[in-house]
C-alpha cells in the first residue's frame, strides 16, 4: 500500500495533515540522528518488537529459582520441622528444586516468546504498517484504502 493509497483524513479533527506511521516515525528517527533527542513522538510510533527469546526467559527463570530455593529453606518456619541453610541435605534440595523452577519457567518463557514472534508478532507488525497519525491531534487510526473510503462517505475525486 503506497501513500497514495490510503484516505488522509483525521476522522477526530478532519485535518489532512495525517502520515502513516512508519513513515513519520522513521522520519523522527532520522531527526534524532542530527542531534535532535527522539521525541516522545517517535516513542509512541515506535513500531512493535519481537520478544527475546533468551534475555526474558533467562531473568524469570532466575527469579523462579531464588523464589522456590528461598520458599523452601523457609519452610521451616511453616510445617515447624526447623532447616537452615548450613544443613547440607537442605541446601541440594533447595538447589535441586530452584534448578527444576528455573528450567521449567525459562523453557516456558521460552516457548511463549517464540510463539509471540511467529504467531502474533507479524500480525501487530502488519497492523503498525497501516496505520495513520494525525499531526494535528495525534490520533492514531487504521489506514483506509482510498476506494474504501469513496464507497463509504460516496465521494468521487
Ligand atoms: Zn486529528
Given amino acids: 500500500m503506497t501513500d497514495l493509497d490510503v484516505a488522509m483524513i483525521c476522522p477526530k479533527c478532519d485535518s489532512r495533515d495525517v502520515a502513516l506511521v512508519h513513515v513519520a516515525y522513521s522520519k523522527s528517527v532520522r531527526g534524532s540522528e542530527w542531534g535532535i533527542s527522539e521525541s516522545d513522538f517517535a516513542y509512541i ?21 531464588l523464589v ?7 519452610m521451616g518456619d511453616i510445617v515447624g ?21 528455573f528450567s521449567t519457567t525459562a523453557a516456558i518463557r521460552c516457548l ?13 507488525f502488519e ?24 464507497q463509504k ?3 468521487n475525486s
Fill in 153 to 155: 462517505t460516496g465521494v
Fill in 68 to 74: 522456590a530455593a528461598g520458599m523452601y529453606l523457609l
Fill in 81 to 101: 520441622t526447623p532447616r537452615n541453610f548450613l544443613d547440607e541435605q537442605t541446601r541440594s534440595t533447595a538447589f535441586r528444586l530452584g534448578r527444576w523452577a
Fill in 45 to 65: 510510533l515506535r513500531p512493535p518488537e519481537e520478544h527475546s527469546v533468551i534475555f526474558w526467559p533467562l531473568i524469570i527463570g532466575t527469579l523462579a529459582f
Fill in 127 to 150: 497492523f503498525w504498517k497501516n496505520q495513520v497519525v494525525c499531526h494535528r491531534c495525534s490520533h492514531q487510526f487504521p489506514s483506509t484504502r482510498l476506494a474504501t473510503f469513496q
Fill in 112 to 124: 511463549l516468546a517464540i510463539r509471540f514472534n511467529l504467531y502474533r508478532f507479524p500480525h501487530q
